[in-house]
């Protein structure tokens, strides 16, 4: 196996306080040895290793490549007009969702293909190195199935979200829709998913129908996540705590007891500022959730109608900005915070025997992710130990 060592990197984020300082085992004047597709070693430059090849960062500083936990692919059309009406006044509503679902259907398979493999590698082009994706958008027994079917070709952590809204197919029979997703589209999805997911919310799916889709899941051997508290106070994230969900996704509105909550699980809480920002609500309380404990990670949420960003250093900038979070603490969620959303473990840290997925900044520390938003700072990206941009 070739090893290639990546020399006098001014700062490295390692995610692993064993190896570094404080939370983010950071390490100044670094090196990162890679064999094949794990790293090797990590440590001071001035002790690398003999390998095959070097890299001489100098002046660059790395770290972890980001592991983008929620986003939604499988689209056709856009919804510009949508955006524009919006920034014109007018409120998001789950409604839109509608629209993409007609142009995902009357899509081919080599068109929603083509877009998911666009948005892939715009995200790779950006330091993004673990990608999550859903279906949601076809909302029938076989357009479901073919949007798993696709996204699975592009990337192993895929989500079964038949229940992102009642199909409009089924307008006058809600109950109807759910034994289909907990039935028959249940039974086409499972094969090709990781996960299940639940959009709860006024207008999507209420508490009883969320943990009856949930539970369905778990019994089919996937594993839960919920898209809760994204546009009101509700039941979601108390629901994915007592279902363990891996993740409790947006936590927009939330009371004390949804905040003990999470704090008090293995449940993560997973802030999406792209959509607040592009809908123009209100930003999730990150402080809140970090001073009562609970885990909190960042992910761009990417989809046509409430976050067309693939972005995660975006996001970094905004959840800095504007939900309380520390550059630290914002590096830590988009990237061992995404990790735990996903319940993985060989991604989000740079250490012996991790994954080797990394991003070079053109910058001396990862602070400047925040500090200089909206430049283009990455300037390298390894994964699985092979430099794809
Ligand atoms: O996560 N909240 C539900 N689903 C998406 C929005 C999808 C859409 O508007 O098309 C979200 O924000
Ligand atoms: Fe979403």
Redesign the pocket.
């Known amino acids: 196996m070739t090893t290639t060592a990546l020399t006098h990197l001014t700062q490295l984020v390692t995610n692993d306080p064993s190896l570094g300082e404080g939370p983010l085992g950071l390490i100044q004047d670094a090196a990162v040895v890679i064999d094949g597709d794990r790293i090797a070693w990590v440590g001071p430059s001035s002790k690398t290793p003999a390998t095959d090849n070097a890299v001489d960062a100098g002046g660059r500083s790395a770290l972890p490549g980001f592991v983008d936990s ?1 986003s ?1 692919l499988v ?1 056709g059309g856009d ?1 510009t007009q949508e955006f524009n009406a919006r920034m014109s006044g007018r409120a ?1 509503e ?1 409604g ?2 509608r629209t ?1 679902v007609a142009a995902t259907r009357a899509a081919t398979d080599e068109q929603l293909s083509a877009n998911v493999a666009h948005y892939l590698a715009e995200a790779l082009r950006q330091g993004t190195t673990t990608f999550e994706t859903k279906s ?2 076809g909302l029938t027994v076989e357009d479901e199935a073919r949007a798993l079917r696709i996204a699975g070709e592009h990337t192993d952590e895929v989500t079964y979200l038949g229940a ?1 809204i009642v199909s409009p197919d089924y307008a006058d029979d809600p109950a109807g829709y759910v034994d289909l997703v907990t039935g028959p589209m249940l039974d086409a999805c499972a094969p090709h998913a990781r996960w299940i997911d639940v ?1 709860c ?1 006024k207008g ?1 799916f209420d508490g009883d129908q969320a943990r009856a889709i949930l539970t369905a899941g778990k019994r089919r051997g996937l594993l839960p996540r919920i ?1 809760a508290n ?2 009101s106070y509700g039941p979601g994230v108390q629901l994915g705590v007592e279902l363990d969900a891996a993740s409790a ?2 936590c927009t509105h939330l009371t004390d007891a949804d905040v003990d909550a999470l704090a008090n699980s293995a449940t993560v809480a997973t802030l ?1 500022p792209g ?1 607040e920002f592009s809908t123009r609500a209100t930003w999730p309380d990150a402080r809140r959730l970090l001073d009562a404990g609970a885990t909190v990670a960042l992910s761009t ?1 990417c ?5 067309f960003t693939s972005s995660m250093p975006f996001c970094i900038a905004l959840a800095v900005r504007d939900m309380r979070m520390t550059p630290d603490e914002a590096v830590w969620a988009a990237t061992a915070g995404g990790a735990r959303a996903l319940r993985r473990d060989d991604v989000g840290r740079i250490a012996p025997g991790a994954r080797a997925d990394l991003t070079l900044l053109d910058a001396p520390s990862h602070v400047h992710l925040a500090y200089r938003p909206g430049v283009p700072l990455v300037s390298g990206v390894w994964r699985k130990g092979v430099r794809v941009a």
Do not use: C, K
Request: charge should be negative; proline fraction near 4%; hydrophobic fraction near 30%.
């Open positions: 929620h939604h689209f919804r998001y789950a839109g969702i993409t949601g958008y992102h959009f919310e999507a898209h994204q546009l996704d947006h999406l959509a949420d989809n046509p109608g409430s976050s």
